[in-house]
């Protein structure tokens, strides 16, 4: 049973709703919630190194939206995309999802991974955390109830600092500040020795798409 990941639609539509806000963030309104109510995770205190934080993410997804539909619009033999807001172009893509991307499995990947980091990056501006979600079961490797979900990153932690797993190549073995990690393409090998089953480990990242919508 493979795990489908979400659409490049979706992660489109997340960048799409999130954008508005940095501006919002950059230059805040009397309606805006001022920047000093949410701090990025990076640590950077309030005010000025906020701004320049926001303003820098502004900036490389400006720069990525272009690069992301010219390159659709080449791999799809398409003309090169007239100018536009970064808000135009996104919706240009969305249109696109239907009318090739998704049928070329190579784009589609592509959009998606771009889509999903810039949306993410979008997320750490904003001032938005990760939480993890606990699986039930234990760690297969130190016996200890340690495993969290995280759903941005689609990945299985082992969150127990002692845990070292006996693959000579993983890092968890040779740095102490790594956590043996299951990627999402390893869920299910997890669930088989694990008392979890595949629906309790995706129900974060369902639960993460659902409130974007």
């Known amino acids: 049973m493979t795990v489908p990941s979400p659409s490049p ?4 539509g997340v960048l799409l709703r999130q954008f508005p806000e940095l501006n919002r963030e950059l230059a805040p309104s009397r ?3 001022p920047a000093t109510d949410r ?8 005010s000025a ?7 820098d993410t502004i900036r490389d997804i400006t720069d990525g939206v272009v690069e992301l539909e010219e390159a659709a619009c080449d791999r799809l033999r398409l003309p090169r995309p007239p100018r536009g807001t970064v808000e135009q172009r996104l919706l240009r893509l969305l249109a696109l999802t239907d009318r090739g991307i998704t049928t070329d499995p190579l784009l589609a990947d592509h959009v998606r991974a771009e889509a999903r980091r810039m949306a993410r990056r979008c997320a750490l501006a904003l001032g938005d955390a990760e939480t993890p979600v606990r699986v039930r079961g234990r760690c297969p490797h130190c016996d ?15 969150i127990n600092p002692g845990c070292r797993c006996a693959t000579p190549s993983c890092a968890c073995t040779t740095d102490d500040r790594h956590r ?5 393409d390893q869920w299910q090998q997890l669930t088989e020795k694990i008392t979890a089953d595949l ?13 974007a919508r």
């Open 199 to 211: 629906a309790e480990l995706t129900a974060a990242q369902d639960d993460e798409e659902g409130s």
């Open 180 to 184: 043996h990690a299951w990627p999402r």
């Open 31 to 33: 309606t805006a919630r």
């Open 144 to 158: 200890s109830v340690s495993l969290r979900v995280f759903p941005h990153r689609e990945t299985v932690l082992c």
């Open 9 to 12: 639609a979706f992660w489109l």
């Open 39 to 46: 701090t990025p995770r990076s640590g950077m205190p309030p």
């Open 49 to 55: 190194p906020i701004r320049l934080f926001v303003s």
